[in-house]
């Protein structure tokens, strides 16, 4: 049996973070709207979740744990200042016509892109991958009152971008 860092750490690292990369990049591409964006930003934070791999003390606490690295590469991502400047339309989003049957059922999708990025998170967190608001906080890093408040005033700022969109449909 090897004794080299990598492959004591590799099966525990597997096990404890593997379920969570897929919501981790749903968060990602809620956060970033930009799938390849995600997909780096997923990357990023799950080499960084490796090598910190022995703060998790508890691997119950490993969804909110990882989904807060990924939460806070994809904040400091948009931090960047080249990211604002050139933004394309990824090839799925062009080729999606009236006739396209998926568009009716894109309006949320829609409507979330029109809200700030830490809102798309926070409403991400909560209804799309169903935690609880206790682990929100946590990933978040702030208390639960706080997380209850700002999922609340999210599904608020929501609520008319999605009314809106209703109307135009008529």
Known sequence: MSTELGDTRTPDF??????????????????????????????????????SLNRLRDSRQARAW??????????????????G?????????????????????LDIDNAMKKLSPDDRGILHLHYFLDLPIEEVAVVLGITTGAA?????????????????MEEDLR
Not at 16 to 27: D, S
């Open 148 to 164: 209850k408040t700002r999922v609340y005033r999210a599904a608020h700022r929501l609520r008319p971008k999605l009314e809106l």
């Open 85 to 105: 400047v050139l933004r394309f339309a990824s090839r799925d989003t062009i080729r999606a016509g009236p006739e396209d049957p998926t568009v009716q059922s």
């Open 14 to 51: 597997d096990a404890t973070v593997g379920p969570w990369i897929e919501p981790g990049y749903r968060l990602a591409v809620a956060m970033l709207r930009d799938p390849e964006e995600a997909h780096d930003a997923v990357q990023e934070a799950t080499v960084k979740a490796w090598r």
């Open 66 to 83: 990882f989904l807060a690295i990924v939460a806070n590469h994809c904040r400091s991502t948009m931090r960047q200042r080249w990211w």
